[in-house]
């Protein structure tokens, strides 16, 4: 009876340590979609991220920091765990377009182990607020939060 | 352009300078021997010819460089014809509205702008085909922009 006791505590022990390493492997990132304009006002832009399948997942996606791209862009709901998401927004408001360095979007991602994942992204196309092409360039950099609850986050490239 | 049938005398020229030759050739006669004489006049004979053969060749080489140019054409007409016909012909996209070949945020910025302008719109523009163009037809281009089973955007 007593070796029954210490196998059934042997086989809980076990099953409670493997659940806890399941746990552990998944980790939730945020990423900055930023693009540069320079001086060109921008009025479209439309970028992809590509990122590795079979370990992220991307479980949000939300708008940027000006108020013309506060809303979420348009994506692909496929895009969330396909490997590759294509983002896209615009703004006919010429008087709040921005430029220079803008933070267009952010994304969230569940990501399975511990190694920090390869997330790029390029440019598909951009225009100013008039409707020209310009060249655009854009950076991914993880989003990181100071404090549980403080709005104040802090990005690390 | 200089090319050798300009270089070359004309054949009157060719026959002027011939006949001052036999001329003079005709004048001395009586003190050179008639061997010497005959075959002096041979070779101007000969060269003459070869001098008034030589516009003749130059209008040769001329045409063969024209055929080879019109048969060159031919042939780029063909390779063009051909391989158009290989590849399928690509039908036009409706969303495509900038018509640069892909549909992308662009065309659907290019018809909000016109909305919001209140231009004039194409009725190819209606999209989703309820009788006007809108922000609905706009949403339509911005979706097919962003879609990801598509390739090359």
Redesign the interface.
Known sequence: MRGILVIALVLAAGTLSAAENTEAKTVFKAWDVRVETGDETL????V?IFYPKTTVKIVGVEGGEPETFRDAP???P??LK?G???????T?DKKSAPKGTVRVARIHTSIEGKDTPEISAKV??A?NID?K?ITITVRLSETKREKKGNKNEKTEE | MNNSADNQPDSAETERIARILKERAARLADRIPPEADRAVLAFIDDRARSIARAPRRARTVRWVAWAAAAALAAAVGVWTISGTRRSPAVPPVAEDIDHSGTV???D???M??RL?LDAEKPASWDLNRDGRVDGADVDLV??K?????KEG?
Request: aromatic share 10%.
């Open positions: 009025g479209a832009y439309q992809e348009r994506y692909d496929k895009g396909g590759r998401i294509i983002l896209a927004a615009f006919t598909t196309t225009g409707g092409k | 992308d945020i662009l659907a910025f290019l909000a702008r919001e911005a979706q922009a962003v879609a990801v089973t955007t």
